[in-house]
């Protein structure tokens, strides 16, 4: 019987640089990132709408975007990049305002006794606002509680809310919470 | 002495390249295990907003796509120049969402369902109409984490 030659392997190298290439251009290494955002539940059909209790008025932070990507807040019309300022003022209620929110003390572990903001921040935007206009003020909203999440925990731990260990963070999150809620979109103002 | 001295006037020998296809062979294994080759051709165009408050998402296998923009111009014709839906590979309507997710849903694993994210890739130029009634259709099929797509900005201040 014949002796099968040796297949060359000399080529083996140039199949798998081939191959490399192709991987290589197929790749996608960027990854992917965004505003993360949790959607609120849906209320039971049968629910009754108004057994919640009213929310005072001092508690509430409204934030407005009508179809002219215009900003209101708290009833003045505003620039974009003011509103952090006013949302982190409104969370800390630094001066005990009046018309800033009322806080309420609660027992936080690793913190004690802790005077809890109840404002809640509420935004409404048009059917007619654009995307991009709405994206930067939610990303306002959040950079707010962020940066105010941030402070506090510099003061109480003397670290950045990222470098806590997660005990230390849940109790940050129940001292500083993220009320954002979204309320129903209306046509303000005009027609579409 | 004699020992050392002899080699000094030789020339260096040729490298080996012997072992060339294994490196070779290293670095495509390692490609090929991290690619993670795009499977739908996007119909529409999608321009990302910008935002500094960002998260990775991180498990891509658990994410599923959403994406909203004006068709591309190759579409213009049938599908108009108004933002449109694009679930998988085609147009889609509002009311197909809740169909998508139960299919994205029973494509993964069950114990995985609850770390499900959506991404919402939609164009900075749409209005929230079209958005607004795809984050009531996504709670109504309690897809609830989401995580609206951007581009990292440096912060301003």
Redesign the interface.
Known sequence: MRKTPEIP?AS??DI??M??IF??T????D????????????PPENQDQDDTPPIKERNVFSVLLDQYNRLMVEGEIMRV?DLREKAKEFMTNPGNSENLPETKPTEIPLLGNFEVTKGVISLR????????M???V??EL??AV?EVRDEFSLEKFGKKYADLTSEQKEAVREAIPSRISEAE?KTIGGK? | MSKFRKGASRELPAIS?AS??DI??M??FF??V?????DVSLLVKVQL?E???????EK?SL?SYIYVGPPQKQYTKTFGTEPRIQLNDQFAKVSDIPDYILAERASRDEAEIPFM?T??K????????I??DI?ME???A?A???????K?TT??N
């Open positions: 392997s083996m190298a798998a640089f191959l490399l991987f290589i197929a790749t996608s290494m990854v992917d990132s965004g505003l993360e955002r949790v959607l609120p539940q849906m990049e935007n048009d059917h007619g606002t654009q995307y991009g709405y994206l930067a939610q990303n959040v950079a962020n979109p579409k | 390249t060339l296809p070779v062979f670095l495509l490609f090929m991290t690619t993670t080759i795009r907003p935002a500094t408050e960002l998260t990775k998402l891509k994410v994210v991404s919402l939609v164009d900075e130029l749409t209005k929230m109409q958005v607004g984050k996504l709670r109504k309690a609830l984490h989401i995580n609206y797509s951007s990292k912060p301003t």
